[in-house]
């Protein structure tokens, strides 16, 4: 059974930061691809970034220059560190693990529950 248990989430101001970490467990199954989500009340939900077991990263535009996503591949762990954050960031957060790289985020193999990130103006 994988699971996905994140941690970091809370309220700050705009322009202060956040570290959101997940960590995966679970035999039998390939955390090769491991990312973020989010998803803002009445929004569809959207990719925010993901990183591979090699270290290839990928980003929204809205977060790039601003947001660095980590992993430790030993741990299957997966971090988003969060700068500059902006009220257009508030959202639930959630990790999601994949055997390989999916553009849909029906598509995702295993979700984390999410944690809240608000962040006041």
């Known amino acids: 059974q994988v699971q996905l248990v994140e941690s970091g989430g809370g309220l700050v101001q705009a322009g202060g930061s956040l570290r959101l970490s997940c960590a995966a467990s679970?035999?039998?199954?390939?955390?090769?691809?491991m990312g973020w989500y989010r998803q803002a009340a009445g929004k569809q939900r959207e990719l925010v970034a993901r990183?591979?077991?090699?270290?290839?990263?990928t980003y929204a535009d809205s977060v790039k220059g601003r947001f660095t996503i980590s992993r430790d591949n030993a741990k299957n762990t997966v971090y988003l560190q969060m700068n500059s954050l902006k009220p257009e960031d508030t959202a639930v957060y959630y990790c999601?693990?994949?055997?390989?790289?999916?553009?849909?985020?029906?598509?995702?193999?295993?979700w984390g529950q999410g944690t809240q990130v608000t962040v006041s103006s």
């Open positions: 990183i591979t077991s090699g270290g290839s990263t």
């Open positions: 679970g035999s039998g199954f390939s955390f090769n691809v």
């Open positions: 999601a693990a994949n055997k390989y790289v999916v553009t849909r985020p029906a598509n995702v193999d295993y």
